[in-house]
Each structure stands twice: as C-alpha cells, then as structure tokens.
Antibody
Framework: QVQLQQWGAGLLKPSETLSLTCAVYGGSLSGYYWSWIRQPPGKGLEWIGEINDGGSTDYNPSLKSRVTISLDTSKNQFSLDLSSVTAADTAVYYCARVTRVLEWVTPFDYWGQGTLVTVSS | DIVMTQSPDSLAVSLGERATINCKSS????????????LAWYQQKPGQPPKLLIY???TRESGVPDRFSGSGSGTDFTLTISSLQAEDVAVYYCHQYYSGVWTFGQGTKVEVK
C-alpha cells in the first residue's frame, strides 16, 4: 500500500522560504508524477506544481517565480520550496501522486497527510 | 485557467436520500483524441486530505461505494450520492485535469438534514 508522509517547518516569518519534503513508502517514484497542492484555512484547493520521475517540472504560473520542486530518487522523496512567503501563503500543503501515461491520467490518487504552514511576523 | 463552478455551495439531505452536486467548467474538458472527460471528484472530511472518488467523470476509484456515481460530459457534470450515509458528511470538490493548470471547484458541503 502506497503511503505519502510529509514534513517541514510549520511556522515561518514573511520573506522566508517554505520547505517541505514528501517521502513515498510502499512504492517507487518511477513511473509517476508527484504534485504539491495547497489549501488555505477554510478555503479550496490550489495546484502548485508537479515533477515527474525524470525531474521535469511544471508549475502554476501564479507561483512559478517562487516555486521549486525537486526529486531525490535515492531517498524516494520529493520536495517543495516556496520563497519569499507572505501571509497569503498560509495554508495546509499536501503532496500527492498522479499517474500519467501519454493522455491517460489518474489524478491525485494518493495524498500526504498535510502540513499546516503559517506565515506570521 | 479553466474555472470550475460548483452548485450548490452546501446542501442538507436526510439519511437514505439522494444528494446531487453539480459542477460546470468554463471550457470543455472532453479530450477528443480518447473521448474522455478529464474530470474528477474528491471527498474531504475535516482534518483529512481529499480522497479521490471518481475520475474520467464517471469511473469510480477502487474501494469507493457504488452509491457514489458521476455523470456528464463537456462542461457539465454531476456527482450523485444515491442514498446518503452518515459517513458521507464531507466537502466534495470537482477537479479538471484537462489543461496545464489543474483547477478545482470551490467545494460543496454535504450535511445531514
């Protein structure tokens, strides 16, 4: 059974960099796309970006200038960095898996438990 | 970006009754090459991540009870819970994975009347 376990700092000051890591257990990074999604408190879901097993990335243009998603295949992990955070970046951040083979896609079938990141001075 | 609009924002249904949630996309999410609608539904309970219920607009994820069904094509979609159970109380989101920027509806809160 695939499990995604995520961790990272939960309290940041404005202008700092948010860093989260998601480890994949019971499965491989290979053959899948790995995403980050966030949800401000009491609000809806926003796709941040994704990385495939080859390291190719795609980001939401609204965040692209501040986002980096990376892969560590040796540890079966992937990570999110979001720079220059503000209060507007306060949210629960989730990692999730996507299965994609050409045009055949199964979206977000496995999710991490979520990490609340609060940005406050 | 494709805008996903759900209706209603919330609904209260008696146990055992039908619950219907609508989702409209600002442009078609039907991929003509494979005739698939790139539309999914998720269930989110408090303090939990979303759970994939349905993809390709009408394909139930493994393990999802058959009281959950999805329908629709192009820009208009529906999630139906045929007989509401207490454990179905949650927020439901539609999601398009057709375009480069994947987007979600604003969510519909389902409660017991």
């Amino acid at each position: 059974q695939v499990q995604l376990q995520q961790w990272g700092a939960g309290l940041l000051k404005p202008s700092e960099t948010l860093s989260l890591t998601c480890a994949v257990y019971g499965g491989s990074l290979s053959g899948y796309y790995w995403s980050w999604i966030r949800q401000p408190p009491g609000k809806g879901l926003e796709w941040i970006g994704e990385i495939n097993d080859g390291g190719s990335t795609d980001y939401n243009p609204s965040l692209k200038s501040r986002v980096t998603i990376s892969l560590d295949t040796s540890k079966n992990q992937f990570s999110l960095d979001l720079s220059s955070v503000t209060a507007a970046d306060t949210a629960v951040y989730y990692c999730a898996r996507v299965t994609r083979v050409l045009e055949w896609v199964t979206p977000f079938d496995y999710w991490g438990q979520g990490t609340l990141v609060t940005v406050s001075s | 970006d494709i805008v996903m609009t759900q209706s209603p924002d919330s609904l209260a249904v008696s146990l055992g009754e039908r619950a219907t949630i609508n989702c409209k996309s600002s442009q078609s999410v039907l991929h003509t090459s494979n005739n698939k609608n790139y539309l999914a539904w998720y269930q989110q309970k408090p303090g939990q991540p979303p759970k994939l219920l349905i993809y390709w607009a009408s394909t139930r994820e493994s393990g999802v009870p058959d009281r959950f069904s999805g329908s629709g094509s192009g820009t208009d979609f529906t999630l139906t819970i045929s007989s509401l159970q207490a454990e179905d109380v949650a927020v439901y989101y539609c999601h398009q994975y057709y375009s480069g920027v994947w987007t979600f509806g604003q969510g519909t809160k389902v409660e017991v009347k």
